[in-house]
């Protein structure tokens, strides 16, 4: 009897560890959606006040949120790509909390393949597409998985070619787009890696610092392409644009005064182990690194980057 009383618990608290995924996965989603109705109540027009995580990697859920509930969406769709294997992004929340659907790319099979297996994949729309992204091939890998035109929202995160690819897309006009830039290259220099259609930081530069765009040269490219820049997030990584013709009475920023100098300590030695270099450390590590003038044609070396107001 006692044996069997054993057995009894031991399956009891196997099928409790079994579902604990599942519990903690409704938790998040729970204390988000009362983020997300506190924030809507406080009716801030400052989006930095409306951050707040679920699934993303910072506050950009909260900052999504926000923007959702003050520009007119018909299309519910999103593109993300550089999603890894989409347990940390900009769209999950989208995806399960406002029923949303769209499509997510990774270059890498693996995070492809765990994103098909994730229960998300058949309880919601969602299109998860394997490829290494350049500027070539990115409007055929959203066009051939049916999206086209005015959609929600674009997310571009690759740690790479970033400027280039959000330059080449043209198959859709999103209302929203969220760019990372990389904050070591400063508030005002309009630059970004010279292009390279192989690009992997990685690979790059060992310290891994090396990659992306500044945050005034994606504003360069905003206002070419008719977007406004409404802000960054606290941690200095990732920056939200509005289509001009959706701005209403949102912020405009300058990237004077939407730019965070993050405080990410990221950098790598020469055989991958974290060194944690300051900021201007970081920065003097890659002096001699090439970068790309968009506004110039250019090119220069991240020792050239000064920041004058």
Partial sequence: MKIQSYLQRLRLFISQLVTFPQRLDDLQMALGRIEMRQLAEASSMSTLFNEFKVYSQNGEDGIIQFLIRNIEIPNKTFVEFGVHNYTESNTRFLLKNNGWSGLVIDGSNENINYIKSDQIYWQHNLKAECAFIDKDNINDLIKTNGLSGDI???????????????????????????????????????????????FVYSKAHFSTLYWGASIAAFNYLAQQKGYSLVCSNNMGNNLFFVRNDLMGNLPIN??????????FRTSRDIDGRLTFLDFDSGLKLIADMPLYEVDTGKVINVRAITDES
């Fill in 152 to 198: 929600g929202l674009l997310s571009v995160d690759i740690d790479g070619n970033d400027y280039w690819v959000w330059e080449a897309i043209n198959c859709i006009s999103p209302r929203i787009v969220i760019c990372e830039y990389n904050s070591i290259f400063g508030a005002y220099k309009k630059v970004t890696i010279p292009y390279d259609k192989y």
């Fill in 254 to 263: 300058s990237p004077e005064k939407a730019y965070v100098k993050s405080q």
